[in-house]
């Protein structure tokens, strides 16, 4: 293999292109960007880069020794359009065509937007120019703040508001938000967080429309109740950024459809990160996003699956000066108990707790709240649980097999 | 000089942190070795007291960053920077930090 296109220049493609260097490939690695910006480090956007408690110098993934090791021909600010039937050739947005010999897939995914969001004052989440516009709107003096949408984006966004002292009200479609993360228990305690700093959860509720001229004014909800707003944050999702694959040979299905080692239904095309539905689950996990990468360049110079995406699931959030900790597969009738720590009247107590959730007397996942410590312990032993009653090694599932239940057969990884 | 603890307050495989600006980790080692470092991890904001400990090393609580308690330097990845190490002495059965920057200023 002579060249690799890396497209994609995020936390994925970075990590694609330093496991292609590590693995040995001397040839000629390409990098796509969309972005004009290195790849930089997204999850503080929404929390320390907002409030100002960290610069951009903070977000960098990489520097200059690093660059210059990886002897990488990055183009960034262009946009990859379009993929040929064979994983051959990258076509770019400015006409350029980048022959290849193979493909790393690492264009992520990209925020959901509502219908009027182009008016002033209405923004998303989820690149550094997104951050940038915000966080210049939100210093400009007290605003009066809605956050549509109460998952993990528009928690910590409001959160993070709230600190830099504006009027925040949340609202969330479903009767609770984090349900599908956290199941029902554990979000009602975590809701509970939005109010301790004083921020107003309206819950049920969903958008019919934003108001305003030219610049918006208010968020009218579907049952009449109309909330005044300077600012908007839309943070109600990403959709994986596949539009550019349309007409290529791969199949795309809620992301590129990869076997368990992120292999595509081309041989000699990969796909890694939040774009990546591998072995039947798209994750848009930081972790996942760092992990995956070596599998997938593994198995794109063995030229075969030879190794499976072993990801025990983990996320983690800060909101409202609490840190949420997550890491197993809960489903849906999983027992939820608090073993350590507790709740005060519903809500976190000081010194945090943790929890696990349980099926046939087996812990399926494991969340904490500020007890970071009880946390390692558990996922650790969570991975090696997971690890030893799973099945063995067997073949690779081929790629385009949609007819699994998330989740099953990827296995944990070695923490 | 910072007094941290009594020696027998901080068992081995434990740690503590202390509340200097900016906080500082200390940990004593199964084998029974006292180290000290910043306590904030390098990628991003946590506590590596509240870490993984095992032998030398500790994992960061929240991206498993590694660091060389004897070093500071990062043995993998998200961590890319090194944090200051400072040294560690006891008096008397109290453990004490000497903060780098001191060191530094008294050679």
């Avoid at chain 1, 262009?78 to 264009?107: E, F, H, Q, Y």
């Avoid at chain 2, 453990?95 to 530094?104: K, M, N, P, S």
């Amino acid at each position: 293999m002579r060249t690799v296109t890396v497209v994609g220049a995020s936390l994925s493609g970075l990590y694609a292109a330093r496991e292609l260097r590590a693995q040995g490939f001397d040839g000629r690695l390409v990098i796509v960007g969309e972005e004009p910006h290195r790849p930089y480090d997204r999850p503080p956007l929404s929390k320390d880069f907002l409030t100002g408690r960290a610069g951009e110098d903070r977000l960098a993934l990489t520097d200059a020794e690093e660059t210059a090791g990886l002897d990488a021909e990055w183009l960034l600010g262009v946009r990859a359009r379009g993929l040929d039937a064979r994983g051959r050739t990258v076509l770019l947005d400015d006409g350029r065509a980048v022959s290849t010999d193979g493909v790393v897939v690492a264009t992520g995914a990209s925020a959901r937007h509502l219908p009027g969001d182009g008016l002033a004052g209405v923004h998303t989440l989820r690149t550094l120019d997104d951050a940038r516009a915000l966080r210049a709107e939100l210093t400009r003096g007290p605003r009066r703040v809605v956050v549509i949408g109460g998952g993990f984006i528009g928690a910590e966004t409001a959160s993070s508001c709230a600190a830099l002292g504006h009027t925040v009200t949340v609202v969330e479609a479903a009767p609770l938000p984090l349900v599908p993360q956290l199941g029902t228990e554990m979000a009602a305690v975590c809701a509970t967080l939005h109010r301790r700093e004083g921020a107003e959860l309206v819950t049920g509720a969903s958008v019919a429309a934003l108001r305003g001229t030219g610049v918006v004014t208010a968020v009218t909800l579907s049952d009449g109740r109309s909330l005044p707003a300077d600012v908007v944050i839309v943070g109600i999702g990403a959709t994986p950024s596949t539009a550019w694959l349309a007409g290529s040979a791969l199949v795309l299905n809620d992301g590129v459809v990869c076997d368990d080692g992120c292999v595509t239904s081309l041989p000699q095309v990969v796909a890694a990160g939040d774009v990546a539905r591998v072995g039947g689950t798209r994750a848009e996990h930081w972790t996942s996003a760092t992990e995956q990468p070596r599998v997938a360049v593994t198995n794109l110079l063995a030229g075969r699956t030879v190794e499976y995406a072993r990801t025990l699931p983990y996320f983690w959030s800060d909101q409202y000066g609490a840190r949420l900790q997550f890491a197993g597969r809960r489903r849906e009738g999983d027992t939820v108990r608090i073993v350590e720590g507790e709740t005060a009247d519903g809500v976190p107590a000081d010194d945090g707790f943790l929890a696990r959730y349980e099926r046939d007397g087996r812990t399926t996942a494991v969340l904490s709240v500020d007890r970071p410590r009880a946390f390692m312990r558990a996922r650790r032993e969570l991975a090696r649980e997971t690890e030893r009653t799973w099945p063995t090694d067997g073949p690779a599932r081929p790629a385009g097999d949609r007819d699994r239940t998330a989740g099953d057969r990827v296995r944990p990884a070695v923490l | 000089m910072i007094p941290v603890c009594r020696l027998e307050d901080l068992p081995k495989g434990g740690s503590t942190r202390v509340g200097t600006s900016p906080p500082i980790a200390v940990f004593h080692t199964d084998d029974g070795d006292l180290y000290a470092i910043d306590d904030t991890c390098s990628h991003q904001d946590a506590s590596l007291s509240e870490g993984w400990l095992e032998g030398c090393l500790v994992e960061c609580p929240l991206h498993a960053a590694s660091f060389d308690l004897r070093t500071g330097r990062p043995t993998c990845l998200p961590a890319r920077r090194p944090v200051r190490t400072h040294r560690v002495s006891v008096h008397e059965g109290v453990v004490h930090v000497h903060l780098a920057a001191e060191e530094g200023s008294a050679a």
